[in-house]
């Protein structure tokens, strides 16, 4: 099957400090890629969906000054978390697919603690 | 829009035992219906879907799932666990018009299976 990696697996930051996490399809190239966030006990929640070289689409709710989504190539898309506090700590869960239609390969996921 | 419940966070099951996780959707389009299982410390992958056709679909290792439109149900079910099946299980659902896009997910439940 394919595979989506997430780097780094956990980090903590400082709060007002940024953090970028990354994720990587290995053996595939993504059309499409996929941020959600996961609250303890929570369900999973989209936060944005972005295409390789247009601007992602946010969910409604999700800020996307401070939640900032590249995907510059078919493999790798990135997660920027800026002037981080500590409510954004979570853990933040990627996936990607090769298109509308196609199963979504999900990453590990990164545990984000902001101090 | 959609939601999904699983009542039951965790469920702990006898080796070879049958179990049952339960899953209820809401929506008021069409909806594709996915079960995805999560083992500790690797990423989401997708165990079985319905989107149309027979109403009951299998995973290769053992586990069914009957979608029920008129109690808006997609339990999943294995008559006999195994050890290897200790993991978490989440439900999901999308609006059939987005095909995978765009998935709402359920709290998950944590199957324990107890030797």
């Known amino acids: 099957g394919a595979v989506v990696s997430q780097h780094p697996s956990r980090v903590i930051c400082k709060s007002g400090t940024s953090v970028k996490i990354e994720c990587r399809s290995l053996?595939?190239?993504?059309?499409?890629m996929f941020w959600y966030r996961q609250f303890p006990k929570k369900s999973l929640m989209l936060m944005a969906t972005s295409n390789e070289g247009s601007k992602a689409t946010y969910e409604q709710g999700v800020e996307k000054d401070k939640f900032l989504i590249n995907h510059a190539s078919l493999t790798l898309s990135t997660l920027t978390v800026t002037s981080a506090h500590p409510e954004d700590s979570s853990f933040y869960i990627c996936?990607?697919?090769?298109?509308?239609?196609?199963?979504?390969?999900f990453g590990p996921g990164t545990r984000l603690t902001v101090t | 829009a959609q939601s999904v419940t699983q009542l039951d966070s965790q469920v702990p099951v006898f080796e070879e035992a049958p179990v049952e996780l339960r899953c209820n959707y809401s929506?008021?389009?069409?909806?594709?219906l996915f079960w995805y299982v999560q083992y500790p410390n690797q990423g989401l992958q997708l165990l079985l879907k319905?989107?149309?056709?027979?109403?009951l679909v299998e995973s290769i290792n053992g586990f069914e799932a009957e979608f029920n439109k008129s109690q808006t149900s997609f339990h999943l079910r294995k008559p006999s666990v195994h050890i290897s099946d200790t993991a978490e299980y989440f439900c999901a659902v999308s609006d059939a018009n987005f095909g995978n896009e765009k998935l709402t997910f359920g709290t998950g439940t944590r199957l324990t299976i107890i030797p």
């Open positions: 319905y989107l149309s056709g027979s109403t």
């Open positions: 053996d595939f190239q993504a059309t499409t």
């Open positions: 929506s008021s389009v069409s909806v594709y």
């Open positions: 996936s990607a697919n090769r298109g509308q239609g196609y199963e979504q390969y």
